[in-house]
Every structure is written in structure tokens, then in C-alpha cells.
């Protein structure tokens, strides 16, 4: 599996737009990104996945340029609920005997 | 409608007892997994099954053993319980065969404190 970098914390205000990125350097060919979000005493949850170039769903969008060696994940106007941990996984079937999740990011929205 | 579910949420134990986690998913899922999240919160894969069959066995001590009686419940066995088995583990499923591209649904968690 791939190696990820995120950075491990970020703050914003209601109503802003907030844009996560991820480093992949060792991205392979065949690899997808998958965004997952965890609140609090809770597990994960999927947001977005993507391959190349945008990708737009009713949470989020995930822009991913052209070498695909990094990504960055778009949360339009946050609210208080969107303050979680975002996890950032690039990799494809099967899974490596090292599949970890790392520390993610930790947003949080402030009012 | 719970897609995921686990029991119990709360498990409080001694050192050396032998204690188990129910997991089961109502989606129709192939594969479901074990996870195990530790205090600084990295969420590490221990085990997956699809169809019945294990097909990743990350090394976790053999303490550990999942155990799957038909494909919607995934159980997880701990022997011999030691202070560094405390921290809340997840089960998850997916349609697919396990690869990373799957999308999984978590289950809400169960909090393992060893005493």
C-alpha cells in the first residue's frame, strides 16, 4: 500500500470551504484514493474515491492532478458536524499485510 | 436500520481472561474485517474474510482468532487478554473482494480496557 501524508491538523470556520491534501509519491498505476471520515467514538465512514482528474459527489469533491502523486479533498461550507478525522488510503486489491490507516487529519470547525 | 453492528460496546476485563466481540452485517456483504484503533488512534487491519475463507491474516498474535459461522457475522476470539489488547476494535464490510478500492461500512466500535 502506498504511503500517505496528510498534514495532522487543521482549523476552520463555519461556512468556509476547507481543502485537505494528501501526498501519495509512490502511487501505482492501478491505485484508487479513497477519503474516509471518522467522528468521535465512531468508525469510519466513506466520502469519496477517485482515479484521476475530479470527482464530485454530494459531500465532497476529490481533485487529483495529473501525476496523481498527491490528492486534495474539497469540503464546501463547513458546519460544526463536519469536525472529524480524515483519512486519506491509496492502494488496490489486494490489501498489503501492512494496511494501516494512519492518523488522518483532524479538522476542526469552529463557529 | 443497522448496517453494521457490534456487541458488546464496552468490554472491561482482567489480564488472562479469555473474552470474545459479535459482529455482524445485514448488507450482503462478501468480506467484513477486523480492525483494532490504538490510543494514538492509527487503525490497523488484523483480519479479513471473504466467503468463509481468510484471506488476509495480519500478524497478530495468535491469541486473536476470528471466527465466521456463515457470511454475515465475523467474531472476534481473544485468549489470554494483556494490558497492550486494550483499545477499541471495529469490525467492516464490503461487496467486493477486499481490496482497497472497496468501499467499507464500519461497524460503531467496541472499547476493550484490560485491567
Known amino acids: 500500500l502506498a504511503k500517505t501524508t496528510q498534514p495532522i491538523s487543521m482549523d476552520s470556520y463555519e461556512g468556509q470551504e476547507v481543502n485537505i491534501t494528501c501526498s501519495h509519491n509512490?502511487?501505482?498505476?492501478?491505485?484508487?484514493i479513497t477519503w474516509y471520515q471518522q467522528f468521535p467514538s465512531q468508525g469510519p465512514r466513506f466520502i469519496i474515491q477517485g482515479y484521476k482528474t475530479k470527482v464530485t459527489n454530494e459531500v465532497a469533491s476529490l481533485f487529483i492532478p495529473a501525476d496523481r502523486k498527491s490528492s486534495t479533498l474539497s469540503l464546501p461550507r463547513v458546519s460544526l458536524s463536519d469536525t472529524a478525522v480524515y483519512y486519506c488510503?491509496?492502494?488496490?486489491?489486494?490489501?498489503?499485510?501492512?494496511?494501516?490507516f494512519g492518523p488522518g487529519t483532524r479538522l476542526s470547525v469552529l463557529p | 436500520d443497522t448496517a453494521v453492528s457490534q456487541t458488546p460496546k464496552y468490554l472491561v476485563t482482567q489480564m488472562g481472561n479469555d473474552k470474545s466481540i459479535k459482529c455482524e452485517q445485514n448488507l450482503g456483504h462478501d468480506t467484513m474485517y477486523w480492525y483494532k484503533q490504538d490510543s494514538k488512534k492509527f487503525l490497523k487491519i488484523m483480519f479479513s474474510y471473504n466467503n468463509k475463507e481468510l484471506i488476509i491474516n495480519e500478524t497478530v498474535p495468535n491469541r486473536f482468532s476470528p471466527k465466521s459461522p456463515d457470511k454475515a457475522h465475523l467474531n472476534l476470539h481473544i485468549n489470554s487478554l494483556e494490558l497492550g489488547d486494550s483499545a477499541v476494535y471495529f469490525c467492516?464490510?464490503?461487496?467486493?473482494?477486499?481490496?482497497?478500492?472497496?468501499?467499507?461500512?464500519f461497524g460503531p466500535g467496541t472499547r476493550l480496557t484490560v485491567l
Open positions: 509512490n502511487i501505482a498505476t492501478n491505485d484508487y
Open positions: 467492516a464490510s464490503s461487496q467486493g473482494n477486499g481490496g482497497a478500492s472497496d468501499e467499507q461500512f
Open positions: 488510503l491509496v492502494g488496490d486489491p489486494p490489501y498489503g499485510q501492512n494496511f494501516v
